[in-house]
């Protein structure tokens, strides 16, 4: 039963660097979410997918591009890490329009230096 | 803008009962949701109001007053693993969600 599964779990970029994050859910799930956290703080809606080939901007896009080509998968992308961009990433998918529950992988723990 | 706005911290006494309490300005909100993350880890889904009123799930409790602009969270029989953050989530429509910056509880014997 493994849900919402994100890689890597931990990575350390250099300024410039690019780099990909996978999410892949298996409970055949519409809806899917980037997140980011930062310390002490909520999370941020960085990128959000409807459904297969479609993705939309959330709350924090910028420097950040996403693709879902595949239902199950839904990937993000620092083109050009910045140190403003070390962070805890979140996956997430739901199942419904409503959004709700949401079933979160892991995280992925990002520094750039 | 948008926005949740929720204590930073609470503190009670294993076996007592604790809210945490929500208020929101969102435009096109379309219900409130409770999430609880424990330390390194992800967040986990607690309960979901899309109407006013209560809802309950084992020791857990959500309420949503949307004329109030105002929800909570009730734990009741508070156990040591209970310490972790709490979020509440805002659904403003379409498919974005907003989280508060959450609500750390600590549980003391």
């Known amino acids: 039963n493994a849900g919402v599964t994100q890689t890597p779990k931990f990575r350390v970029l250099k300024t410039g660097q690019s780099m990909t994050l996978l999410c892949a859910q298996d409970?055949?799930?519409?809806?899917m979410y980037w997140y980011r956290q930062d310390p002490g703080m909520g999370l941020r809606l960085i990128h959000y997918?409807?459904?297969?080939?479609?993705?939309a901007k959330g709350e924090v896009p910028d420097g950040y591009n996403v693709s879902r080509l595949k239902k199950q998968n839904f990937l993000l992308g620092l083109e050009s890490a910045a140190p403003s961009q070390t962070s805890v990433y979140f996956c997430a998918s739901s199942p419904s329009r409503g959004n709700q529950p949401q079933h979160f992988g892991d995280g992925t723990r990002l520094s750039i230096l | 803008g948008q926005s949740l706005e929720q204590p930073s911290e609470v503190t009670a006494v294993e076996g007592a009962i604790v809210q945490i309490n929500c208020t929101y300005q969102?435009?096109?909100?379309?219900?409130l949701s409770w999430y609880q993350q424990h330390d390194g880890g992800a967040p986990t889904f607690l309960s979901y109001n899309a109407l006013d009123g209560l809802e309950e799930t084992g020791r857990f409790s959500s309420f949503l007053s949307r004329s109030d602009s105002y929800g909570y969270l009730l734990l009741q029989e508070l156990q040591m693993k209970d310490s972790a953050s709490y979020f509440c989530v805002g659904n403003t429509g379409g498919f974005k969600t907003i989280f508060g910056a959450g609500t750390r509880l600590f549980v003391k014997a």
């Open positions: 409970m055949n799930h519409e809806y």
């Open positions: 969102t435009s096109g909100f379309y219900g």
């Open positions: 997918s409807v459904g297969e080939g479609t993705t």
